[in-house]
């Protein structure tokens, strides 16, 4: 570390841009071509182990040198530089590509999937997929009718149905404004922004570890999902029914909050029983972070989710789907770019890097490390720290306090690891996936120092 | 000329990605490696004169050496594979790169812009923006009360209030919830989605050429006027106020609809009056087409737009905005990636090459040749064709019905020029803005040998 973070570089940049837009949220600026690996070299030429990674989205770290060499490769430069309109005219190679990777990964059950362009794009189609389904359903064989036709137009229902989506509290799913109406994590996501009247659940509020608590944690989900049923009932009452359940196999920006398979596994059901569609937005937590490529399938799913949506760390946006999710008509999923075949390509090198390097096991052993390692500092520092709970490397714990979080962050920061946060009070651990055991360490000793200075 | 279109390899390739997608809406699969210019190849070797291009996303052609550049220009890697997370860590060129890219091209008014990844994206936070702005007025000083804060976490108000913004009939904002309850130009767009009880205004139906109909459609843009007036105090009255006007300069998928300046600096005048922000769409229309940078450029407004958006054509999405609606507080307009460095790269290239080779006098040129061979065509085939109509080359023309237009777009198609639809009988040309007047030849000379053998 050579200044306090920001460094004078980043603060003289901070300055200019904020003639352009609002600053207030930017940490430092980055040098991205020093930045190697685990490590982002600030302006200042500040070097610190990424445990953020640009909000959970940068897969096998900076400058990878198969990334990189899909720059060069010739053949590639025709998808850069002439970005299609996918939906009506798409490349050659464009189901091969799709076959190659997006459908290697697909989870169980999905055998379709629609590229989009970010993880608000993506869920916002997810939730119109799900409408359009339920409607066709309510309809049966019957073509819309003329009075379908002509109020959809202005907004009315029965074309505009008062249908709904049902979310936790807690949940973050997207800002535009179908997702925000489901986001449900800070409340300056959502001031000042109209929404739609959707039923708002409870999500379980557990206590870790998990294993400790698993009597009084199954009574919390019990309740929820107890929760979750009237809600569906009392919004068909009100004649808004729930088209479609949206959860997080872990809320993130809510603040790290887990639930059991069990509890999962019931609510798959729930929305089966009630005819809801069940969407699982894997936009933060799919990609391999929690040791498996997708963070539901540590639930073990009988009968798999109707929608899976993701991005972040896919590079491109998109959702999985059921056969029976997808829109019977064209131009009703639909717009100008579809995602984009560029970060296909990179998505593409990304998935034989991890097959190749055997990441999921790397993430696996580094999260066993992390997260024995944040027991150890609570229980070292039992009045700072608290609720340590994880999944792969998709780790998290709890400060006293928001003033305490900040503190630590920020001190952690100037002695070179850079960390996130989340929920009131917690900081979430995000590194990319080829975070290994001797970055986890050189993670914990800043941690302990910072912690010991705290004191 | 090699097969109809599409060819058997198209059908084909439409086959495997039928197993994965809906693909209702492909024309065919396109050889981009091989197209150049205005030429797009498809995968059965047809090249075809492209006046569609990407639905109005292709500024430059096919494969433009100064975009090839790019790709190959070792400085521009790391923007390509380390995309950032830019509300919190942008890389040190980011304000430089919008100085010297949107900024030189911001319209009149315009100090600060945001950039987002695609058009509905970049709508949907204009909305945000306006509403925020709005409520921040209604506010004055003081910060949000608790109950503010309390209930917008759960979508009631006043927390998340009743504000709506007024479209028109006939608008195409996007298709994400919030810009969807602004878009009324299709069924199939809206059918089954949920919308915002917003208000709807009437777009001026004019008759064109507009010039020899001045009187009448004076008339005609004087009720519709009056009509947004009584639209904002209806909903005023109904407790949802109208925090915002969103309206394009030309309306492109409803059938390409134009209206006058002083329709649109009296609209503006009634925005101003009452208290509601005035947004620009010119996400197709933007980028040089109609001559001008911004076809808005055309109205002369004394009094500047509040937000003017964009995408397509100018590779990212995003916005431009006055000073006041900037969010007041960091996270409010917010999301991952904040649009993309690489496609600002582009951009800046893009707009080298516009003002190196005088692009905007070019598409002048084209586009008074396009619309008189367009004249002479309707005055040639009355019983087929009306209405031409258009600015530079972002021209269109009726057919006599529907059936009738989508032969001529059929059989055009297979003589080598693709066209793009719009409205109900609307022929749309949308060609890139290197379509030189020779290109308008060719084009009309087909459209010409289609309507002979249409007789």
């Known amino acids: 570390m050579k200044t306090a973070v920001p460094g004078p570089k980043s603060q003289e940049l901070m300055r200019q841009l904020g003639e352009i837009q609002n600053v207030g949220a930017i940490h430092?600026?980055?040098?991205?071509?020093?930045?190697?690996?685990?490590?982002?070299?600030?302006?200042?030429?500040?070097?610190?182990?990424?445990?953020?990674?640009?909000?959970?989205?940068?897969?096998?770290?900076?400058?990878?040198?198969?990334?990189?060499?899909?720059?060069?490769?010739?053949n590639n430069v025709s998808a850069f530089v002439n970005r299609p309109a996918l939906g009506i005219l798409p490349p050659e190679n464009f189901p091969?590509?799709?076959?190659?990777?997006?459908?290697?990964?697909?989870?169980?059950?999905?055998?379709?999937?629609?590229?989009?362009?970010?993880?608000?794009?993506?869920?916002?189609?997810?939730?119109?997929?799900?409408?359009?389904?339920?409607?066709?359903?309510?309809?049966?064989?019957?073509?819309?009718?003329?009075?379908?036709?002509?109020?959809?137009?202005?907004?009315?229902s029965p074309g505009c149905p008062d249908l709904s989506i049902l979310s936790f509290m807690g949940a973050f799913h997207g800002r535009t404004l179908g997702c925000l109406a489901t986001t449900h994590s800070k409340a300056i996501h959502k001031l000042d922004i109209p929404a739609f009247d959707w039923p708002i659940a409870p999500f379980p509020k557990l206590q870790y570890p998990l294993e400790e608590f698993a009597r009084e944690n199954a009574q919390e989900e019990a309740r929820c999902l107890e929760e979750v049923e009237d809600l569906i009932m009392k919004w068909r009452q009100k004649g808004k029914p729930v088209a479609g359940i949206v959860i997080e196999p872990i809320?993130?920006?809510?603040?790290?909050?887990?639930?059991?398979?069990?509890?999962?596994?019931?609510?798959?059901?729930?929305?089966?029983?009630?005819?809801?569609?069940?969407?699982?937005?894997?936009?933060?937590?799919g990609g391999g972070a929690t040791g498996k490529f997708w963070a539901h399938e540590h639930w073990g799913l009988d009968d798999p989710a109707d929608v899976v949506s993701f991005s972040k760390k896919m590079l491109t946006g998109g959702y999985y789907h059921r056969d029976e999710l997808q829109a019977d008509k064209?131009?009703?999923?639909?717009?100008?770019?579809?995602?984009?075949?560029?970060?296909?390509?990179?998505?593409?090198?990304?998935?034989?890097?991890?097959?190749?390097?055997?990441?999921?096991?790397?993430?696996?052993?580094?999260?066993?490390?992390?997260?024995?390692?944040?027991?150890?500092?609570?229980?070292?520092?039992?009045?700072?720290?608290?609720?340590?709970?994880?999944?792969?490397?998709?780790?998290?714990i709890d400060a006293c306090d928001d003033a305490t979080r900040n503190s630590i962050m920020m001190k952690a920061r100037n002695k070179g690891a850079f960390l996130g946060s989340c929920g009131e009070r917690s900081i979430r651990?995000?590194?990319?996936?080829?975070?290994?055991?001797?970055?986890?360490?050189?993670?914990?000793?800043?941690?302990?120092?910072?912690?010991?200075?705290?004191?």
């Open 28 to 74: 430092f600026f980055c040098n991205y071509e020093e930045s190697r690996g685990n490590y982002l070299v600030d302006v200042d030429g500040n070097r610190m182990l990424d445990v953020y990674t640009q909000i959970s989205s940068i897969p096998i770290g900076y400058n990878h040198p198969a990334l990189m060499k899909v720059m060069t490769n010739p």
């Open 96 to 156: 091969d590509k799709l076959v190659e990777s997006l459908l290697t990964i697909a989870p169980s059950g999905m055998t379709r999937v629609q590229t989009m362009a970010c993880g608000s794009c993506s869920n916002e189609n997810a939730f119109k997929s799900m409408f359009i389904w339920y409607r066709n359903k309510e309809r049966g064989d019957t073509n819309p009718s003329a009075e379908e036709i002509g109020s959809c137009m202005i907004n009315q």
């Open 251 to 285: 809320q993130a920006e809510g603040g790290d909050n887990h639930a059991s398979p069990d509890f999962f596994i019931k609510l798959r059901n729930i929305a089966r029983k009630h005819g809801c569609a069940f969407h699982v937005d894997e936009v933060q937590t």
């Open 330 to 396: 064209p131009y009703r999923i639909f717009n100008t770019w579809m995602g984009d075949p560029s970060k296909n390509l990179f998505l593409s090198e990304v998935l034989n890097v991890i097959r190749r390097e055997n990441l999921l096991e790397e993430v696996t052993r580094s999260g066993k490390a992390l997260l024995q390692g944040l027991y150890a500092l609570q229980t070292q520092y039992p009045h700072i720290l608290s609720r340590a709970r994880g999944q792969g490397t998709f780790c998290a």
């Open 429 to 455: 651990f995000r590194p990319s996936l080829i975070f290994k055991e001797y970055h986890v360490h050189q993670l914990l000793n800043i941690l302990n120092d910072v912690l010991t200075e705290h004191e």
